[in-house]
């Protein structure tokens, strides 16, 4: 099935290097509407993702983007062609326990573990070396960075994003569109929509 990647950045790069490693796809190119008619990580910019709109045939869609909000606005523009599908991309070395459910759409990196009884609802990013406990929960759209580590009980809410190196106890729950900043440890819950970064975690912004 012909693969198109939207997000020529990072995440974009390894979908594209890596392609091969979990799944069997033929390589369009990329869908990025800054970096248009370059050539990045060996394939083509064909363009923004509106044409993708257009396909009147069955193909594989990645959405390489990290940001969750930009990640929502562009799923819900393409969810109107029912020719995209939307396959996980999870790398083989990843360890994934008992009863975990991961949904459609995710990219999981290398060395990731994912305990017992997790739930990763769809389109979620989960970056390389990050370790998530048992019985957690990855809401739709949200990220987790390099080398994070989720206690068990974690929630990560719709859109939320946890920076490199984080951690949090057991039970925490991230509030829906929050932002963990990278190294934060995390032992009080995150309202919806605010950032928290430090050791332990204070809140320093509310997006009301």
Known sequence: MDL??????????FVAYHAKDMGSYNLKGFLDII??????????VLGDEDLLLEISKPVAVAIAIANPTIKRKVIDKLKTNSNIEFPNFIHPTVWIGNKVRIGKGCIIYPGVTINYETDI???VTVNMNATIG?????????????????????????GGFVGIGASTIQGVI????????????VIANVPDKATTVGNPNKIIKTNK
């Open 174 to 185: 991230i509030g829906e569109d929050a932002i963990v900043g990278g190294m934060t440890m």
């Open 35 to 44: 970096k248009q008619h370059q050539v990045l990580y060996d394939l083509p």
């Open 121 to 123: 609802k769809d389109f």
């Open 134 to 158: 048992h019985n957690c929960k990855l809401d739709d759209f949200s990220t987790v960075s390099p080398g994070v580590n989720l206690g068990g009980g974690t929630l990560i809410s719709k």
């Open 4 to 13: 198109y990647i939207v997000g020529a950045g990072n995440v974009g790069a």
